[in-house]
C-alpha cells in the first residue's frame, strides 16, 4: 500500500508540473483533470471519503467543464482543432 501512495504522490508532482509546463490549454485542462483524479485518490486512501468526493466533483468536474466553456468561448478550443487537423492534411500528402 505504501508503494501505491509513493506512486501516486509521484504522479502527482508530475501532473502539477506538467500543467504548469504545457504550453496548449486544452492538453493543460486535461492534465489538470488528472492531478484532481489523483488527489481524490489520494484523500480516498488516507481515509477521508468526504474529500474524496469533493475533490473528485469539484476539481475534476466542475472545474473542468468551466475551462473547457471558457475555451470555447474564446475560440482556443476550435484553433486547437483547426491545428490538428491541418497537421493531419500535411501528413497525408508527403
Known amino acids: 500500500m505504501k508503494t501505491f501512495v509513493i506512486i501516486l ?6 501532473c502539477a508540473i506538467a500543467t504548469a509546463l504545457c504550453k496548449n ?3 493543460s485542462i486535461q492534465i489538470f483533470m488528472a492531478y484532481s ?6 484523500w480516498f486512501v488516507i481515509e477521508s471519503p468526504d474529500l474524496a468526493i469533493t475533490e473528485a466533483a469539484v476539481g475534476a468536474g466542475i472545474t473542468s467543464v468551466l475551462f473547457f466553456v471558457t475555451l470555447k468561448k474564446i475560440h482556443k478550443m476550435d484553433d486547437h482543432i483547426t491545428s490538428e487537423k491541418e497537421e493531419e492534411d500535411e501528413q497525408s500528402k508527403t
Open 25 to 27: 490549454l486544452l492538453t
Open 37 to 42: 483524479v489523483i488527489m481524490s485518490i489520494i
Open 9 to 14: 504522490l509521484i504522479g502527482l508532482v508530475i
